[in-house]
């Protein structure tokens, strides 16, 4: 993979085996590892069958590494993490912590892309110039 991302906070990379790899708290606070697929649009995602949450749960995602929350500021539904591209650019990756909810958002500066079916729940709060 030639595309890499980071914690926001410690800079550790979070991504292992074409996969991104989180810690996951469940609003009734079971703690599970999940794993999300590093394609920005594709929603795949791997966990334990035993942890169990339910669609629309909003879930609190964490570093593998510092364990610190990875949410994003910009809204409390979404979470963050740093993606370095093939070239060495860095974005702003922000991703909906609710369980089956399609929105991500790559952001560079003041320019922003977007994927995923629900990808217009958040743009008033980013506020960006979007690109199609």
Do not use: W
Request: a negative charge; one cysteine or more; proline letters at 4%.
């Amino acid at each position: 993979m030639n595309i890499n991302y980071l914690c926001p906070h410690c800079n550790g990379y979070i991504a292992l085996n074409d996969c991104l790899i989180f810690s996951v708290r469940t609003p009734d606070s079971k703690f599970g590892l999940i794993s999300l697929h590093p394609q920005l649009g594709n929603y795949m995602v791997s966990k334990n069958p035993k942890f169990s949450y339910k669609e629309g749960d909003e879930l609190d995602f964490y570093c593998p590494i510092c364990h610190t929350e990875l949410a994003s500021g910009v809204h409390r539904k979404l979470a963050k993490v740093i993606m370095i591209d093939e070239e060495g650019n860095h974005f702003e990756v922000l991703f909906s912590r609710v369980a089956g909810e399609k929105s991500t958002y790559k952001i560079i500066g003041e320019t922003m892309e977007i994927f995923g079916d629900d990808s217009a729940e958040y743009l008033d709060f980013i506020n960006l110039t979007t690109i199609f």
